[in-house]
């Protein structure tokens, strides 16, 4: 008996630990000097990031979100204090559980992208690299990042899947004072 409760303790500990897919964006205007002054959202927490020591008003970072299997839309916004290239890099969360010494993948998918205030080229994952990269028009990534031809898209047949570590990333030209609205879809994959 002692056991059995130790073992149901356990796997409920487990559970608990276990990190919740969620959106993680990063918009980096470092290399450019850019600084990105973050607007209030409803449902996500769109800040500077506070960890970096110099620069700090030149990174944001776009997290939080209720995310499960199915697509959800989701949207946040920044205004650029300069004109000049920021990347947009999608992400999933950061997750390191306890004491290791690594984060672990937690994937989400992000489909149906558009963009208000910037021009963001292939934002539906739709055209395809014959290139060298062999990856989507317009976005830096890994291969391994590419879902391709699949009917569970948010739109058309294609989308990306990423997760902290395993970004898909594309510079963007900004307008100094020009509010900057991005909209996507996005849903957890589950652990293979």
Not at 150 to 157: E, V
Request: charged share 20%.
């Amino acid at each position: 008996m002692k056991k059995m409760l130790t073992l149901v303790l356990s796997a409920a500990a487990v559970c608990c630990m276990a990190q919740q897919a969620e959106v993680r964006i990063d918009v980096d205007g470092l290399k450019n000097g850019i600084a990105l002054t973050p607007v209030k959202s409803s449902s996500l927490n769109v800040n500077n990031a506070t960890w970096l020591q110099d620069k700090k008003e030149c990174y944001l970072v776009v997290s939080g979100g209720k995310i499960t299997n199915e697509w959800s839309e989701m949207e946040f916004s920044f205004i650029p204090e300069n004109d000049g290239k920021v990347a947009l890099v999608l992400r999933g969360p950061w997750y390191k559980p306890g004491t290791e010494v690594t984060n672990r993948p937690v994937w989400v998918a992000y489909d149906d992208l558009s963009a208000i205030g910037a021009d963001l080229r292939n934002p539906g994952f739709e055209e395809v690299n014959p290139g060298a990269t062999g990856f989507f028009s317009g976005w830096g990534g890994d291969p391994a990042n590419m879902v391709v031809g699949k009917d569970d898209s948010k739109s058309g047949k294609n989308y990306v899947k990423v997760w902290h570590n395993v970004p898909v990333a594309q510079n963007i030209v900004v307008k100094k004072g020009q509010k900057v609205t991005i909209k996507f879809s996005i849903k957890a994959i589950p652990a293979e």
